[in-house]
């Protein structure tokens, strides 16, 4: 039997990413429009003949001085994933505060492990799935936007919007993504293939709000070897109840399988 359903207060950070997620749409219009209006101080400085706009971004965002904020849709390649790591590594040894901003399906990829998953600590990454267009604020000051472009590092082209009203609306934003985003988690497979999957058979049941001996009884595993798996899911995620841990394990694509 299922449980009562979740309250509207557990729903509200759904609620809030969403409307956060259409905000940023406007905000990239607008981000779009400053680009072609004389209102917005766009660099001189564009990508030189041959040069990747990725590498152009990269040298762009070293320029910081105290903070970044990156929402980073996806990461086009290894070798982009190569150049968005070095870029951050570099921001940490100068001191400067980075946050990376991704969707979960990012951080699945062999390619992410490879690259920026081997900075650890170095920057804070979190994750959300109202992360749609790259941009980054720079120092609370300027805004970077590469225009995207499927299959081309950081898009064909991008501009450096010096603009206080369009650089202050874009770090809100980010932040307020940033506030209700999760911190990623690794996938529920690393145990192995059989343990994984009963692991994420687990969690679906829990997040469905299933009693224990219902859900034992549906894995058909006895209701002390259940709750023994219940026990080291929550311990892992760092909740108090069952409903939390279904939903932040599917808010952060814990349950899905990293691509090998």
């Known amino acids: 039997m299922a449980a009562d359903a979740p309250s509207a207060a557990e729903g509200a950070p759904d609620t809030l990413e969403t409307a956060l997620g259409q905000a940023l749409s406007l905000l990239e219009m607008a981000v779009h429009h400053h680009r072609r209006s004389a209102i917005a101080s766009v660099a001189a400085e564009l990508p030189v003949d041959g040069e990747p706009v990725a590498g152009w971004v990269a040298r762009l965002v070293l320029r910081a001085e105290r903070a970044v904020i990156w929402s980073l849709p996806e990461v086009a390649s290894e070798e982009h994933g ?3 790591a070095q870029t951050l590594a570099q921001l ?32 804070e990454v979190r994750v959300s799935g109202a992360v749609r267009q790259e941009l980054v604020v720079v120092d609370g000051s300027a805004v970077i936007a590469p225009d995207a472009a499927p299959g ?14 369009v650089a202050d609306m874009t770090h809100r934003l980010l932040t307020g ?56 899911i929550m311990r892992d995620l760092q909740v108090d109840s069952r409903f939390q841990a279904g939903v932040r394990a599917v808010r952060t694509g814990l349950m899905e399988t990293y691509d090998e």
């Open 177 to 232: 993504i940033w506030d209700t985003a999760q911190r990623p988690a690794r996938p529920l497979s690393f145990e192995g293939g059989a343990r994984g999957r009963v692991l994420r058979e687990v969690l679906i049941l829990m997040a469905e709000g299933y009693k224990d001996d219902a859900a034992a009884r549906k894995l058909g595993l006895s209701v002390r070897t259940y709750r023994r798996y219940v026990a080291d």
């Open 92 to 123: 940490a040894d100068k001191g400067v505060s980075t946050r990376l901003l991704c969707p979960s399906s990012i951080i699945r990829g062999a390619q992410w492990a490879r690259t920026v998953g081997t900075l650890g600590s170095q920057v």
């Open 152 to 165: 081309e590092p950081g898009g064909s082209r991008a501009s450096m919007i010096q603009n206080s009203t």
């Open 82 to 84: 190569r150049l968005i």
